[in-house]
């Protein structure tokens, strides 16, 4: 089981990225995709995520600008990222929830089971 996260880059404050996980190994339509990041210096945090019944979670920090979207025939979940900030900056990790079929917010690493390798985001100001 594989997930690779594509898309990060270079970018200016207030400019957009689009990222993207493709998952390979098995299908993940029945788990919950989540997008966390860690900036240098700091913890990994929570970003965004999405269930299998395409309900979107966000933390505060990224809601209203940031959207996570899923197309399941494509085995890929993206971040739609507008107006970026500096402090946007970070490598930004996918995951796949270790739960199938849940109904709650997963917002915490323990609640995924398989990560993919990261893609950097810089956000220069």
């Known amino acids: 089981v594989q997930l690779q996260a594509s898309g990060g880059g270079l970018v200016q404050a207030g400019g957009s990225l689009r990222l993207s996980c493709a998952a390979s190994?098995?299908?993940?339509?029945?788990?919950?995709m989540g997008w966390f990041r860690q900036a240098p210096g700091k913890e990994r945090e929570f970003v965004a995520g999405i269930r299998w019944s395409t309900i979107t979670f966000y933390a505060d920090s990224v809601k209203g600008r940031f959207t996570i979207s899923r197309d399941n025939a494509k085995n890929t979940v993206y971040l739609q990222m507008n107006s970026l900030k500096p402090e946007d900056t970070a490598v930004y990790y996918c995951?796949?929830?270790?739960?199938?079929?849940?109904?709650?917010?997963?917002?915490?690493?323990?609640?995924?089971?398989?990560w993919g390798p990261g893609t950097l985001v810089t956000v220069s100001s």
């Open positions: 995951a796949a929830s270790r739960i199938r079929w849940g109904n709650t917010d997963y917002r915490g690493s323990p609640d995924y089971e398989y």
């Open positions: 190994g098995r299908t993940f339509s029945s788990s919950a």
